[in-house]
Protein backbone atom coordinates (compact mmCIF):
# COMPACT_ATOMS: atom_id res chain seq x y z
CA UNK A 1 0.00 0.00 0.00
CA UNK A 2 1.40 3.57 0.00
CA UNK A 3 2.19 5.66 2.13
CA UNK A 4 0.37 8.76 2.82
CA UNK A 5 1.05 11.87 1.75
CA UNK A 6 -0.26 14.47 3.79
CA UNK A 7 -1.13 18.45 2.54
CA UNK A 8 -2.96 21.47 3.38
CA UNK A 9 -5.33 22.41 0.81
CA UNK A 10 -7.99 25.36 0.91
CA UNK A 11 -10.88 23.23 -0.96
CA UNK A 12 -13.45 21.54 1.19
CA UNK A 13 -13.00 18.33 -0.99
CA UNK A 14 -10.25 16.47 -1.95
CA UNK A 15 -10.08 13.49 -3.80
CA UNK A 16 -7.84 10.86 -3.43
CA UNK A 17 -7.40 7.00 -4.14
CA UNK A 18 -6.56 4.50 -1.75
CA UNK A 19 -7.37 0.63 -0.39
CA UNK A 20 -9.29 -0.21 2.38
CA UNK A 21 -8.47 3.17 4.84
CA UNK A 22 -7.86 6.11 4.77
CA UNK A 23 -4.99 8.28 2.73
CA UNK A 24 -5.88 12.53 2.43
CA UNK A 25 -5.52 15.80 4.16
CA UNK A 26 -7.26 19.09 3.44
CA UNK A 27 -8.10 22.24 5.81
CA UNK A 28 -10.42 24.75 6.48
CA UNK A 29 -10.56 28.15 8.01
CA UNK A 30 -14.03 30.19 8.55
CA UNK A 31 -16.40 32.03 11.01
CA UNK A 32 -17.99 29.80 13.27
CA UNK A 33 -20.98 29.72 15.53
CA UNK A 34 -22.53 32.84 14.85
CA UNK A 35 -20.25 35.00 17.25
CA UNK A 36 -17.50 35.92 14.36
CA UNK A 37 -14.74 34.21 15.62
CA UNK A 38 -11.93 32.36 13.55
CA UNK A 39 -12.23 28.69 13.58
CA UNK A 40 -9.07 26.23 11.95
CA UNK A 41 -8.94 23.21 11.55
CA UNK A 42 -5.87 21.58 11.11
CA UNK A 43 -5.22 19.22 8.33
CA UNK A 44 -6.94 15.93 8.44
CA UNK A 45 -3.73 13.49 9.01
CA UNK A 46 -4.34 9.96 8.38
CA UNK A 47 -0.88 7.64 9.46
CA UNK A 48 -1.16 3.84 9.00
CA UNK A 49 -1.81 2.02 12.16
CA UNK A 50 -2.18 -2.33 12.52
CA UNK A 51 -4.99 -3.44 14.32
CA UNK A 52 -5.27 -7.28 15.02
CA UNK A 53 -2.75 -7.97 12.22
CA UNK A 54 -5.09 -5.83 9.94
CA UNK A 55 -3.69 -3.14 8.26
CA UNK A 56 -5.98 -0.01 9.02
CA UNK A 57 -5.78 3.50 9.34
CA UNK A 58 -5.73 6.46 11.94
CA UNK A 59 -6.87 10.14 11.00
CA UNK A 60 -6.88 12.64 13.43
CA UNK A 61 -7.31 16.54 13.18
CA UNK A 62 -7.38 19.28 15.64
CA UNK A 63 -9.27 22.81 15.65
CA UNK A 64 -8.35 25.69 17.22
CA UNK A 65 -11.53 25.51 19.03
CA UNK A 66 -14.76 23.22 20.55
CA UNK A 67 -14.72 19.50 20.05
CA UNK A 68 -14.88 17.29 16.64
CA UNK A 69 -17.36 15.02 15.09
CA UNK A 70 -17.10 13.00 12.37
CA UNK A 71 -18.83 11.77 10.10
CA UNK A 72 -19.09 9.41 6.72
CA UNK A 73 -21.50 10.45 3.75
CA UNK A 74 -22.03 5.83 3.25
CA UNK A 75 -21.87 3.90 6.17
CA UNK A 76 -22.47 1.36 4.20
CA UNK A 77 -19.06 1.79 2.18
CA UNK A 78 -16.70 3.23 5.34
CA UNK A 79 -17.65 3.52 9.09
CA UNK A 80 -15.88 6.26 11.17
CA UNK A 81 -14.82 4.75 15.18
CA UNK A 82 -13.90 8.44 16.75
CA UNK A 83 -13.47 10.32 19.54
CA UNK A 84 -12.64 13.80 19.03
CA UNK A 85 -9.92 14.84 17.58
CA UNK A 86 -9.13 10.82 16.42
CA UNK A 87 -10.71 8.81 13.74
CA UNK A 88 -10.40 5.07 12.36
CA UNK A 89 -12.20 4.34 9.20
CA UNK A 90 -13.53 0.59 8.63
CA UNK A 91 -13.91 0.21 5.10
CA UNK A 92 -16.61 -2.70 4.12
CA UNK A 93 -17.00 -2.20 0.59
CA UNK A 94 -16.04 -0.86 -2.82
CA UNK A 95 -17.01 2.70 -3.41
CA UNK A 96 -16.87 6.53 -3.02
CA UNK A 97 -17.47 7.89 0.34
CA UNK A 98 -16.59 11.36 1.96
CA UNK A 99 -15.25 11.59 5.51
CA UNK A 100 -15.81 14.95 7.30
CA UNK A 101 -14.51 16.44 10.51
CA UNK A 102 -16.70 19.01 12.18
CA UNK A 103 -15.90 21.11 14.88
CA UNK A 104 -19.04 22.39 17.29
CA UNK A 105 -18.13 25.41 16.39
CA UNK A 106 -17.65 25.04 12.65
CA UNK A 107 -16.63 24.87 9.87
CA UNK A 108 -16.34 21.59 8.25
CA UNK A 109 -13.26 20.03 6.49
CA UNK A 110 -14.36 16.84 4.01
CA UNK A 111 -12.38 14.50 2.24
CA UNK A 112 -13.64 12.49 -0.47
CA UNK A 113 -12.19 8.96 -1.49
CA UNK A 114 -12.87 6.02 -3.51
CA UNK A 115 -12.63 3.05 -0.88
CA UNK A 116 -11.62 0.19 -2.93
CA UNK A 117 -12.08 -3.05 -0.16
CA UNK A 118 -10.44 -5.51 -3.10
CA UNK A 119 -12.54 -8.01 -3.32
CA UNK A 120 -11.17 -10.15 -6.32
CA UNK A 121 -8.65 -12.19 -7.06
CA UNK A 122 -7.60 -12.83 -10.69
CA UNK A 123 -5.70 -15.79 -12.27
CA UNK A 124 -5.33 -17.64 -15.66
CA UNK A 125 -7.16 -20.59 -16.49
CA UNK A 126 -5.34 -23.13 -18.46
CA UNK A 127 -7.80 -24.85 -21.17
CA UNK A 128 -7.34 -27.87 -23.33
CA UNK A 129 -6.93 -28.59 -26.46
CA UNK A 130 -3.70 -26.31 -27.02
CA UNK A 131 -5.82 -23.82 -26.67
CA UNK A 132 -4.49 -20.63 -24.54
CA UNK A 133 -5.11 -19.95 -20.70
CA UNK A 134 -7.22 -16.76 -20.41
CA UNK A 135 -7.88 -14.28 -17.69
CA UNK A 136 -10.49 -14.65 -15.33
CA UNK A 137 -11.75 -12.64 -12.13
CA UNK A 138 -13.55 -14.32 -8.77
CA UNK A 139 -15.36 -12.69 -6.38
CA UNK A 140 -14.88 -13.27 -2.91
CA UNK A 141 -17.68 -12.71 -1.39
CA UNK A 142 -20.56 -14.08 -3.81
CA UNK A 143 -17.88 -16.42 -6.17
CA UNK A 144 -18.78 -15.58 -9.12
CA UNK A 145 -16.79 -15.47 -12.00
CA UNK A 146 -15.74 -13.10 -14.98
CA UNK A 147 -13.46 -13.63 -17.73
CA UNK A 148 -11.21 -10.69 -18.18
CA UNK A 149 -11.54 -8.41 -21.95
CA UNK A 150 -9.50 -6.64 -24.38
CA UNK A 151 -10.49 -4.78 -26.56
CA UNK A 152 -13.88 -6.61 -26.59
CA UNK A 153 -12.12 -9.89 -26.98
CA UNK A 154 -11.27 -12.58 -24.54
CA UNK A 155 -7.96 -11.82 -22.91
CA UNK A 156 -5.74 -14.86 -23.33
CA UNK A 157 -2.62 -14.95 -21.33
CA UNK A 158 -1.14 -15.52 -18.15
CA UNK A 159 0.67 -14.81 -14.70
CA UNK A 160 -2.08 -11.67 -14.29
CA UNK A 161 -1.15 -9.20 -11.20
CA UNK A 162 -3.62 -6.27 -10.34
CA UNK A 163 -2.10 -2.52 -10.36
CA UNK A 164 -2.87 -1.27 -6.68
CA UNK A 165 -5.55 0.92 -7.58
CA UNK A 166 -7.72 -2.72 -9.10
CA UNK A 167 -8.44 -0.75 -12.13
CA UNK A 168 -5.87 -2.40 -14.51
CA UNK A 169 -4.48 -5.45 -14.86
CA UNK A 170 -0.81 -6.52 -16.30
CA UNK A 171 -0.57 -10.42 -17.67
CA UNK A 172 1.67 -11.74 -20.59
CA UNK A 173 -0.08 -12.38 -23.94
CA UNK A 174 -0.18 -16.06 -24.92
CA UNK A 175 -0.34 -14.67 -29.02
CA UNK A 176 3.20 -15.88 -30.19
CA UNK A 177 4.67 -19.89 -30.81
CA UNK A 178 5.75 -21.95 -27.63
CA UNK A 179 4.40 -19.14 -25.44
CA UNK A 180 7.89 -17.14 -26.11
CA UNK A 181 6.01 -14.03 -25.75
CA UNK A 182 8.21 -10.54 -25.78
CA UNK A 183 5.23 -8.61 -24.79
CA UNK A 184 3.43 -7.43 -21.61
CA UNK A 185 -0.18 -5.83 -21.70
CA UNK A 186 -2.08 -3.62 -19.45
CA UNK A 187 -5.66 -3.59 -19.94
CA UNK A 188 -8.69 -1.98 -17.84
CA UNK A 189 -10.50 -4.13 -15.30
CA UNK A 190 -13.46 -4.33 -16.59
CA UNK A 191 -11.92 -4.25 -20.42
CA UNK A 192 -13.64 -0.69 -20.79
CA UNK A 193 -12.86 2.90 -20.86
CA UNK A 194 -16.42 4.57 -19.68
CA UNK A 195 -17.81 1.48 -20.89
CA UNK A 196 -16.46 1.33 -24.19
CA UNK A 197 -14.23 -1.05 -24.84
CA UNK A 198 -10.64 -0.26 -25.65
CA UNK A 199 -7.54 -1.71 -26.68
CA UNK A 200 -4.61 -3.22 -23.77
CA UNK A 201 -1.49 -1.16 -23.73
CA UNK A 202 1.22 -3.07 -25.30
CA UNK A 203 4.48 -2.77 -23.97
CA UNK A 204 7.36 -4.86 -26.44
CA UNK A 205 10.80 -5.58 -25.86
CA UNK A 206 13.02 -5.97 -28.66
CA UNK A 207 16.11 -8.32 -27.03
CA UNK A 208 14.01 -9.83 -24.52
CA UNK A 209 11.74 -12.98 -24.78
CA UNK A 210 9.81 -15.32 -22.57
CA UNK A 211 8.08 -13.23 -20.24
CA UNK A 212 6.86 -14.23 -16.98
CA UNK A 213 5.02 -12.65 -14.19
CA UNK A 214 4.73 -9.09 -14.49
CA UNK A 215 4.26 -7.40 -11.03
CA UNK A 216 3.32 -3.82 -10.77
CA UNK A 217 5.02 -1.92 -8.23
CA UNK A 218 3.03 -0.35 -5.34
CA UNK A 219 2.87 3.15 -6.85
CA UNK A 220 1.72 1.74 -9.98
CA UNK A 221 4.48 3.26 -12.25
CA UNK A 222 6.85 0.50 -12.84
CA UNK A 223 6.56 -3.50 -13.38
CA UNK A 224 9.29 -5.74 -12.62
CA UNK A 225 8.89 -8.80 -14.49
CA UNK A 226 11.17 -12.21 -15.46
CA UNK A 227 12.61 -12.92 -19.01
CA UNK A 228 15.34 -13.67 -20.97
CA UNK A 229 18.11 -11.89 -22.69
CA UNK A 230 17.56 -12.70 -26.77
CA UNK A 231 21.54 -12.70 -27.09
CA UNK A 232 23.24 -14.56 -24.13
CA UNK A 233 19.93 -16.84 -23.17
CA UNK A 234 20.10 -15.84 -18.99
CA UNK A 235 17.46 -15.27 -17.48
CA UNK A 236 17.42 -12.28 -15.36
CA UNK A 237 14.57 -9.86 -13.16
CA UNK A 238 13.92 -7.13 -14.95
CA UNK A 239 11.71 -3.32 -14.16
CA UNK A 240 10.22 -0.74 -16.75
CA UNK A 241 7.95 1.91 -16.76
CA UNK A 242 4.34 1.47 -17.69
CA UNK A 243 4.92 4.21 -20.57
CA UNK A 244 7.38 1.52 -21.99
CA UNK A 245 11.26 2.46 -22.71
CA UNK A 246 14.18 0.50 -21.83
CA UNK A 247 13.95 -2.03 -19.22
CA UNK A 248 16.42 -1.92 -16.31
CA UNK A 249 17.95 -5.02 -15.35
CA UNK A 250 17.57 -5.75 -11.86
CA UNK A 251 19.34 -9.25 -11.61
CA UNK A 252 20.91 -11.94 -13.66
CA UNK A 253 20.65 -15.27 -12.80
CA UNK A 254 24.00 -17.68 -12.24
CA UNK A 255 25.06 -19.02 -15.73
CA UNK A 256 25.62 -22.57 -14.10
CA UNK A 257 23.39 -24.81 -12.16
CA UNK A 258 19.92 -25.09 -14.27
CA UNK A 259 19.18 -21.45 -12.15
CA UNK A 260 15.51 -20.75 -12.39
CA UNK A 261 13.96 -17.14 -11.40
CA UNK A 262 10.44 -17.12 -9.62
CA UNK A 263 7.80 -14.46 -9.25
CA UNK A 264 9.33 -11.15 -8.26
CA UNK A 265 7.20 -9.27 -5.46
CA UNK A 266 7.45 -6.06 -4.71
CA UNK A 267 7.56 -4.47 -0.75
CA UNK A 268 4.70 -2.58 0.13
CA UNK A 269 6.81 0.43 0.37
CA UNK A 270 8.22 -0.27 -3.32
CA UNK A 271 12.04 -0.29 -1.75
CA UNK A 272 12.27 -4.16 -2.18
CA UNK A 273 11.65 -7.19 -4.16
CA UNK A 274 11.38 -10.63 -3.31
CA UNK A 275 12.18 -13.26 -5.50
CA UNK A 276 12.89 -17.05 -6.00
CA UNK A 277 15.79 -18.29 -7.35
CA UNK A 278 16.84 -22.11 -8.04
CA UNK A 279 20.36 -23.26 -7.91
CA UNK A 280 20.29 -27.31 -9.01
CA UNK A 281 17.68 -29.28 -6.91
CA UNK A 282 16.97 -26.31 -4.80
CA UNK A 283 15.90 -23.13 -4.98
CA UNK A 284 15.26 -20.58 -2.00
CA UNK A 285 13.81 -16.84 -1.61
CA UNK A 286 15.78 -14.03 -1.74
CA UNK A 287 15.58 -10.31 -1.74
CA UNK A 288 16.90 -7.35 -3.35
CA UNK A 289 16.60 -3.35 -3.43
CA UNK A 290 14.12 -2.24 -5.90
CA UNK A 291 16.63 -1.28 -7.99
CA UNK A 292 18.86 -4.17 -7.77
CA UNK A 293 21.14 -3.80 -5.22
CA UNK A 294 22.21 -5.95 -1.93
CA UNK A 295 20.40 -9.12 -3.22
CA UNK A 296 20.33 -11.46 -0.15
CA UNK A 297 19.38 -15.28 0.67
CA UNK A 298 16.76 -15.67 2.94
CA UNK A 299 15.84 -19.47 2.98
CA UNK A 300 18.25 -22.18 2.75
CA UNK A 301 16.91 -25.41 1.91
CA UNK A 302 17.92 -28.72 2.43
CA UNK A 303 17.58 -32.20 1.64
CA UNK A 304 13.95 -33.03 -0.17
CA UNK A 305 12.78 -29.75 -0.03
CA UNK A 306 12.88 -26.63 -2.05
CA UNK A 307 10.96 -23.68 -1.81
CA UNK A 308 8.32 -22.64 -4.54
CA UNK A 309 7.70 -20.24 -7.10
CA UNK A 310 7.37 -17.05 -5.28
CA UNK A 311 7.50 -15.40 -1.71
CA UNK A 312 5.74 -12.14 -1.12
CA UNK A 313 5.73 -9.76 1.63
CA UNK A 314 3.32 -9.74 4.57
CA UNK A 315 1.60 -6.28 5.83
CA UNK A 316 4.66 -4.14 7.39
CA UNK A 317 7.35 -5.78 5.03
CA UNK A 318 9.13 -7.48 7.97
CA UNK A 319 8.13 -10.99 6.94
CA UNK A 320 8.12 -12.94 4.03
CA UNK A 321 5.00 -16.00 2.78
CA UNK A 322 6.87 -18.74 1.05
CA UNK A 323 6.21 -22.62 -0.46
CA UNK A 324 8.24 -25.02 1.05
CA UNK A 325 7.75 -28.51 -0.68
CA UNK A 326 9.03 -31.79 -1.20
CA UNK A 327 10.73 -32.86 -4.25
CA UNK A 328 9.11 -34.97 -6.28
CA UNK A 329 5.25 -34.09 -5.54
CA UNK A 330 3.20 -31.11 -5.40
CA UNK A 331 2.77 -30.96 -1.73
CA UNK A 332 3.50 -27.61 -0.20
CA UNK A 333 3.59 -26.28 2.81
CA UNK A 334 3.16 -21.91 3.28
CA UNK A 335 5.29 -20.96 5.94
CA UNK A 336 6.53 -17.45 7.14
CA UNK A 337 10.19 -16.21 8.14
CA UNK A 338 11.61 -13.03 9.07
CA UNK A 339 13.19 -10.85 6.17
CA UNK A 340 16.34 -10.74 8.42
CA UNK A 341 16.29 -14.61 9.63
CA UNK A 342 18.62 -15.74 7.06
CA UNK A 343 19.30 -19.02 9.21
CA UNK A 344 15.67 -20.07 8.10
CA UNK A 345 14.11 -20.59 11.45
CA UNK A 346 10.64 -20.55 10.29
CA UNK A 347 8.03 -18.83 12.56
CA UNK A 348 5.67 -21.41 11.76
CA UNK A 349 3.60 -23.76 9.31
CA UNK A 350 0.58 -22.26 7.76
CA UNK A 351 -1.25 -24.09 5.70
CA UNK A 352 -0.26 -27.98 4.57
CA UNK A 353 -1.16 -29.61 1.76
CA UNK A 354 -0.83 -25.93 -0.58
CA UNK A 355 -0.17 -25.41 -3.76
CA UNK A 356 1.96 -22.90 -5.03
CA UNK A 357 1.40 -18.83 -4.78
CA UNK A 358 0.91 -16.93 -1.68
CA UNK A 359 -0.23 -13.65 -2.09
CA UNK A 360 -1.64 -11.04 0.47
CA UNK A 361 -4.55 -9.40 0.25
CA UNK A 362 -4.06 -5.45 0.70
CA UNK A 363 -5.61 -5.15 3.84
CA UNK A 364 -3.06 -7.75 5.03
CA UNK A 365 -5.38 -10.34 6.74
CA UNK A 366 -5.58 -13.14 3.96
CA UNK A 367 -3.71 -14.86 1.62
CA UNK A 368 -4.70 -16.60 -1.80
CA UNK A 369 -3.06 -19.42 -3.43
CA UNK A 370 -3.74 -22.61 -5.17
CA UNK A 371 -5.69 -25.57 -3.11
CA UNK A 372 -7.56 -27.48 -5.71
CA UNK A 373 -8.64 -24.46 -7.07
CA UNK A 374 -8.18 -20.97 -5.55
CA UNK A 375 -8.46 -21.00 -1.76
CA UNK A 376 -7.67 -17.81 0.91
CA UNK A 377 -6.41 -18.03 4.15
CA UNK A 378 -7.01 -16.08 7.44
CA UNK A 379 -3.41 -15.21 8.25
CA UNK A 380 -4.67 -14.05 11.84
CA UNK A 381 -7.33 -16.31 12.74
CA UNK A 382 -4.95 -19.47 10.96
CA UNK A 383 -8.23 -20.81 9.38
CA UNK A 384 -8.75 -21.56 5.76
CA UNK A 385 -11.53 -19.72 5.14
CA UNK A 386 -13.10 -20.84 1.56
CA UNK A 387 -12.05 -22.41 -1.81
CA UNK A 388 -13.34 -20.04 -4.09
CA UNK A 389 -12.92 -22.14 -7.24
CA UNK A 390 -12.77 -25.75 -7.46
CA UNK A 391 -11.28 -28.03 -10.53
CA UNK A 392 -8.12 -28.24 -12.43
CA UNK A 393 -6.21 -25.56 -14.48
CA UNK A 394 -6.63 -22.57 -12.08
CA UNK A 395 -2.94 -21.14 -11.22
CA UNK A 396 -1.35 -17.49 -10.27
CA UNK A 397 -4.06 -16.20 -7.73
CA UNK A 398 -3.15 -12.79 -7.48
CA UNK A 399 -5.17 -10.11 -5.61
Known amino acids: MRVPRFFVASAALVAFFFVGGCASTASSTGNGGGGGESVTISAIAC ?23 WSSSDQTVETIDATSGVAIPNATKT ?84 NASDEIEIVATDGTVDGVPTAPIILTFSNLGNIDMPMPSPDGTSLAFIAQDATSKLQGIYAVTINGGTPQRLYQGRTTGGIGLGQPMWSHDGKHVVYNQASGAYSDIWTMGANGVNPSQITYTVGTSYTGANGVFAEGDQTIFYNLCTTGTTDCEIYSIAVDNTDQNNLGTLVTNAGLGPVVSPNGQFITFNYGGIAIYDIVNQTLVQVLTSGGGMDHPSW
Open 47 to 69: AKTQQVGVASYQCSATPSSGELT
Open 95 to 178: GTVTITATSTKEPAVAVTQQVNVANQIVYHQMRDGGLPPQIWVVNVDTKATTQIQAAGVNADGYDPNYFSDHQRIAFVPNDLPN
